[in-house]
């Protein structure tokens, strides 16, 4: 019997050095609101803002993490943001304080994306079907 497919992704971190200033930049190109998290004790200086999401929903959510146990950067993984039209997302980068990579470009018959750098030097994709 074949298994359903589902998204494979369950949660995403993505580290910085300044909290404040990261989840400044999500919020304004994302045009979302974070959530505050309570890190368990067990993980020592780990603070974390979450992204939204649907509780009891299929969906997968992330947060933004600061500790002192791993570093952001570019070179490692990248995470695509689903926008609506990426090419707007991309349009506030810069003004957030990030830096646009690569503008958005089309990816055949799978739709669009660009690769931007947030405020913290992590590289992020922003992908649409438009």
């Known amino acids: 019997m074949a298994t359903p497919a589902k998204n494979p992704f369950a949660w995403v971190e993505i580290y910085v050095d300044d909290m404040s200033r990261a989840q400044k930049f999500y919020e ?21 803002v979450s992204f939204p ?14 500790t002192s146990e791993m570093k952001p950067g ?3 993984t990248l995470v695509y943001f689903t926008c609506e ?13 990030g830096k646009v990579l690569q503008d958005k470009f089309q990816i055949g018959e799978h ?11 992590n590289t992020i994709g922003l992908y649409s079907m438009r």
């Open 28 to 48: 304004t190109v994302l045009q979302i609101q974070m959530v505050p998290m309570q890190a368990p004790g067990e993980f020592g200086d780990l603070e974390m």
């Open 53 to 66: 999401w649907a509780q009891g929903e299929i969906n997968t959510s992330g947060a933004l993490c600061k």
């Open 74 to 76: 570019a070179g490692g």
């Open 85 to 97: 039209d990426c090419g707007v997302e991309t349009a506030r980068v810069e003004n957030a304080g």
């Open 111 to 121: 739709g669009f994306c660009s690769i931007v750098m947030d405020t913290e030097g």
